[in-house]
């Protein structure tokens, strides 16, 4: 507790001495990174392009979808610089979700996190937890091991139409491969009027 409170003294006292807006993600087992935003000028190692488009063209009055949120580092990033944008953070992994809600409590960032695997059908499927929470991945068969973890999956299409969320203006979507999956099953939100901006980081397996 001494320790979380030692935490946010010195970041708030770094936010006001930098005169700049400075997003905390913590990891599990691993220092405080940071990501500072001043104007449009973001660090983030090599997803500062991505980061400084965002910025960019993100209006007061999107709606952003996070898939594949992680820790929350573009969760984090948005809610803070852009507080009018709706930031909706997609998590299935249990232990990642957790730092991530710990993360948008950290930045007083207002989010709201789905705790759910998002795909091209609807039930559970399990994640592959052997590269640790942050790479944690889709199994190529569903059955569980001691290095996996059994999820809920749905279909974003399916959420939308039950319409216990408000549809996305903006997509980012960064899972592990499932790439293809998540987009087949978010088929009439691609056709829809309100989505206008779609990120999505390809991974070769």
């Known amino acids: ?80 610089v852009n507080p009018s944008t709706q930031v909706f953070a997609f998590e299935p992994n249990p232990e990642a979700a957790d730092f991530l809600r710990e993360n948008l409590r950290w930045n007083r960032v207002n989010a709201d996190v789905v705790e759910c695997a998002l795909s091209n059908c609807n039930g559970e499927i399990s994640l592959n937890l052997q590269e640790g929470a942050e790479r944690a991945r889709i199994q190529a068969d569903s059955g569980s091991t001691s290095d996996s973890v059994t999820v809920r999956m749905t279909t974003l299409d399916n959420l939308l139409e039950r319409k216990s969320l408000p549809p996305p203006s903006v997509l980012k979507i960064d899972v592990e491969g499932a790439e293809l999956k998540a987009i087949e099953g978010m088929e009439m939100t691609l056709k829809g009027e309100d989505l206008r901006l779609l990120y999505c980081e390809v991974h070769p397996y």
Do not use: T
């Not at 936010?15 to 905390?24: E, F, M, N, T």
């Open 1 to 80: 507790m001494l320790k979380n409170i030692v935490r946010w003294v010195y970041k708030q006292s770094k936010s006001v001495i930098s005169g700049k807006d400075i997003i905390y993600v913590s990891k599990p087992r691993k220092r405080i990174s940071k990501v500072v935003h001043k104007g449009q000028c973001v660090s983030a190692g090599s997803e500062s392009e991505v980061m400084e488009s965002l910025l960019q063209r993100l209006e007061k009055k999107d709606v952003f979808y996070d898939i594949g949120a992680n820790f929350g580092r573009y969760s984090c990033l948005i809610g803070k």
